[in-house]
Structures are given as structure tokens and as C-alpha cells.
């Protein structure tokens, strides 16, 4: 379960880290193009959604593979679970259901990390 763990923490972190970079250092404009969504916030609340997912890749990775302060790799993937909901209610409000969807895929994985770690396979 710990190898299971581990590789889903790795796929959450690569999509969240992409996807963070992506929104906190693009403009607002270009992005509109790829994320419909973007269009309802402003600039300083997408960027902030970036960092937010950028910061919680690298604390899905971080804590756990340095030995310091593992905790904050459930509370990694507990942000996320957040998160996840936030944009899912987003998708839902804007009637993407696409986007629902791929949202929570994203949440149930992010969930399954954060029981493993917070439970039976923490370090």
C-alpha cells in the first residue's frame, strides 16, 4: 500500500505543479483560451489558485521524502481535497460537467492519499 501511496502522491503532485505553474505564471488572457473559468476571477485570485496548487505538490512530495514534518503530506492532500471541492461547486455553477467530473477523480485520489497517510500508512 506504501508503493500505491507513493505513486498516486506522484501523479497528484506532477498534474497539480503543472497545472499551478500554469496558472500563476501565465496571464489571465491566455488562459481564458484553455480554462473557461479563469473568466469569473480575477487575476490575483487565479494566481493565487496556482500557488495554492503548486504549494500543496510540492507538500504531497516534500515532507514525506525529506522526513521533516511528514504530517503535511495528508495536509497536502487534504488542501486538495478542499480545493477540489471549491472548483467542483465552480464547474457546477458555470453547468461544466466535464470539468465536474475530471474534478472528482482528482478529489478521490487526493482523499485516498490523505486517508493512507493520515491512517494506516503514515510515517
Same mark, same amino acid.
Given at each position: 500500500? /506504501?508503493?500505491? #501511496? &507513493?505513486?498516486?502522491?506522484?501523479?497528484?503532485? *506532477?498534474?497539480?505543479?503543472?497545472?499551478? !505553474?500554469? =496558472?500563476?505564471?501565465?496571464? =489571465?488572457?491566455?488562459?481564458?483560451? =484553455?480554462?473557461? &473559468?479563469? *473568466?469569473?476571477?480575477?487575476?490575483?485570485?487565479?494566481?493565487? %489558485?496556482? +500557488?495554492?496548487?503548486?504549494?500543496?505538490? #510540492?507538500? +504531497? %512530495?516534500?515532507?514525506?521524502?525529506?522526513? %521533516? *514534518?511528514?504530517? +503535511?503530506?495528508?495536509?497536502?492532500?487534504?488542501?486538495?481535497? %478542499?480545493t477540489m471541492i471549491l472548483a467542483a461547486i465552480?464547474?457546477?455553477?458555470? =453547468?461544466?460537467?466535464? $470539468?465536474? *467530473?475530471? /474534478?472528482? !477523480? #482528482? +478529489?478521490? #485520489? $487526493?482523499?485516498?492519499? $490523505?486517508?493512507?497517510?493520515?491512517?494506516? /500508512?503514515?510515517?
Amino acid at each position: 500500500m /506504501n508503493v500505491f #501511496l &507513493w505513486i498516486l502522491q506522484a501523479v497528484l503532485a *506532477a498534474m497539480f505543479a503543472m497545472a499551478g !505553474v500554469m =496558472k500563476s505564471t501565465q496571464p =489571465k488572457d491566455k488562459l481564458v483560451d =484553455k480554462l473557461p &473559468w479563469v *473568466a469569473d476571477f480575477s487575476p490575483a485570485a487565479v494566481r493565487f %489558485i496556482g +500557488l495554492v496548487e503548486f504549494a500543496a505538490a #510540492l507538500g +504531497l %512530495i516534500l515532507p514525506a521524502a525529506s522526513d %521533516i *514534518a511528514p504530517v +503535511l503530506t495528508p495536509l497536502a492532500a487534504t488542501g486538495l481535497v %478542499i480545493t477540489m471541492i471549491l472548483a467542483a461547486i465552480t464547474h457546477a455553477r458555470r =453547468k461544466e460537467p466535464s $470539468a465536474i *467530473a475530471f /474534478n472528482a !477523480v #482528482l +478529489l478521490a #485520489l $487526493a482523499a485516498v492519499v $490523505a486517508w493512507g497517510r493520515f491512517g494506516p /500508512n503514515s510515517f
